[in-house]
């Protein structure tokens, strides 16, 4: 692994992994709608387009070994339209790039959403078939993605998915700046009994999955064609890791609840109303969201440990440390 392309390179997870790439020696391209100042300091290039035009994609891709698919339009609601141009004719262009220009591994960034299908999942593995009933965009369009990826397979080009679950961490611009904007307007409430289980991943943790699967992959056809859930070394109880976080940051902790069935039934009111044509914003609850929020979702990284090597590097408590800092010195 010395030539390398990662697209949506300059985002959250992207940066994290950049940063990873540099570390080893690798030579380092990003691709991406913008030019990222951030990036360039690192030491890599930016290269600026849409990786759903066959061109760029196609030229984006030359003299390169190996290609981390970051890129995605994330969130739990927003047009089909978007989610289908972006993450999956654009994972199309890419992986098909990949083939015609003779790149030998592709590592594409996934997400357990592709199977929730709003019942508890209770350390979960991989042997879990792909969701079938979509409540929201994003989730249908990562399982026809990974789908694409990991049926592309061949002798000459070798794919896998990573699966981290809630990344988070310093810069994290959309999980963390949530909850505490949420938790500073007193608009959050802890949605059901309170007492489900999640994973989630700090992002320095979900790079390093991914540097491991690629150099995997470039050792050993068998590797090929699989898909990994990644996480912290336990999965945490939800909502008393938020009132912790709130505790550290001076946040009132959350004491009020609201039943799982109100909530799901007020998301699916709210997605009725925001999708009326004069309605522009995101509806504060959908019944995505307030499944998420309920059930316990978490997962063996059994697989991982043993095929990739997949350890946490960074622990739940040394992560959380890291984030109080740079809230501290630096804000949101």
């Known amino acids: 692994m010395r030539n390398v392309l990662v697209t949506g390179g300059g985002g959250f997870v992207g940066s994290a992994l950049v940063r990873q790439l540099i570390e ?34 196609s ?19 927003g047009d089909w339209q978007e989610y289908k141009k972006i993450n999956i004719e654009g994972t199309i262009s890419i992986v098909e790039s990949c083939k015609n220009s003779g790149v030998s591994c592709l590592v594409y960034t996934s997400t357990p959403s592709v199977v929730f299908e709003g019942n508890n999942i209770i350390d979960g593995d991989e042997t879990l078939p792909y969701t079938e009933k979509f409540l929201c965009n994003y989730s249908k369009s990562k399982v026809i993605a990974e789908q694409y990826v990991l049926i592309s397979t061949d002798e000459q080009l070798r794919t896998c998915a990573i699966r981290p679950h809630l990344v988070w961490g310093p810069g994290d611009p959309h999980l963390i700046p949530r909850l505490i904007e949420r938790g500073k307007s007193g608009k959050l409430k802890i949605i059901g009994a309170g007492d489900n289980k999640v994973d989630i991943t700090y992002v320095d943790n979900a ?18 064609g699989q898909a990994y859930f990644i996480g912290q070394e ?25 039943p799982f069935v109100a909530a799901f039934i007020g998301g699916w009111i709210l997605e009725m109303l925001h999708r009326l044509p004069a309605v522009r914003t995101e509806p504060q609850m959908t019944r995505f969201l307030a499944l998420q929020l309920a059930r316990s979702h978490y997962f063996s990284h059994r697989k991982a440990e043993l095929e990739i090597g997949y350890i946490p590097i960074i622990n739940l408590e040394e992560g959380k440390k890291r984030l109080i800092e740079s809230i501290s010195n630096h804000g949101m």
């Open 207 to 224: 790079a390093y999955a991914h540097v491991l699967a690629a150099e995997s992959l470039h050792q050993s056809s068998r590797f090929s």
């Open 234 to 258: 336990r999965p945490v109880c939800l909502w008393d890791w938020i009132n912790e976080l709130y505790q550290d940051l001076g946040i009132e902790p959350l004491l009020k609840k609201v």
């Open 24 to 57: 080893k020696g690798c030579t380092v391209a990003v691709a991406g709608r913008n030019r990222y100042g951030h990036i360039e300091q690192l030491g890599a290039t930016c290269l600026v387009g849409d990786i759903s035009d066959p061109v760029f994609a």
């Open 59 to 77: 030229n984006i891709c030359r003299n390169v070994d190996t290609v981390f698919h970051v890129a995605a339009k994330a969130g739990i609601w």
